[in-house]
């Protein structure tokens, strides 16, 4: 299997200075690079959040993968490595269940060989080469690529941007009321003369 679904995808720590990814490598100098699956998805879904663990990935799933939808992003791997990829279209069967999706992704390849790695980044040093592998780097890293048909049994989770602003429009909406009742009620009391 020449595709490495694990180690093709965004370290988990995005855009933090002086951070060791869980690799156990440095990667501040690929992360600015800015050609990871997760740079993709932000430059296509900006409120899409960066978790910064494993556990921060699992909170990400707001929808059930079966009712995945055109502009969800599908999430691959939940590890140290991890993989997203935007999702372009729904494939579905004759009773209209999805059974795959079409995706645009960045950085999902082959293993980078040492060979590609010199002649891509210009450098001879073994030592960097191995770095850029613990650092997830395929092939394709800030390449913008392209699957069809990926089956959604491979697909660990569901983000979906429109339920996530949902969700935050419907919190400020709670947060609004709370403030509006509150304001009520400590006008209420100071009429009355009473406290809390």
């Not at 092939?139 to 690529?145: E, G, L, N, P, V």
């Not at 209420?188 to 406290?195: D, S, V």
Request: glycine share 6%; proline share 2%.
């Amino acid at each position: 299997m020449r595709r490495l679904s694990v180690l093709v995808a965004a370290v988990i720590i995005f855009g933090m200075m002086n951070t060791f990814c869980y690799a156990g490598c440095d990667c501040d100098d690929w992360m600015k690079k800015g050609g990871y699956c997760v740079d993709y998805i932000k430059s296509i879904v900006p409120l899409f959040p960066i978790p910064l663990n494993t556990d921060e990935i699992e909170e990400l799933k707001n929808k059930d993968i079966s009712d995945v939808a055109e502009g969800d992003v599908a999430i691959f791997s939940i590890s140290n490595y991890w993989h997203v990829a935007y999702v372009e279209a729904v494939r579905r069967n004759q009773q209209g269940e999805a059974t795959a999706i079409d995706v645009s992704e960045m950085n999902f390849g082959d293993q980078l060989t040492f060979a590609e790695f010199k002649n891509k980044w210009k450098s001879s040093s073994e030592a960097e080469w191995r770095r850029a592998l613990c650092c997830g780097i395929t092939d394709t890293y800030a390449q913008k690529s392209t699957r069809k048909n990926v089956a959604l049994d491979t697909v660990k989770q569901i983000w979906s941007p429109v339920i996530a602003a949902s969700e935050a429009a419907g919190g400020r909406r709670a947060n609004s009321l709370t403030g509006r009742i509150r304001q009520t009620l400590n006008r209420f009391l100071e009429f009355t003369g009473r406290e809390l």
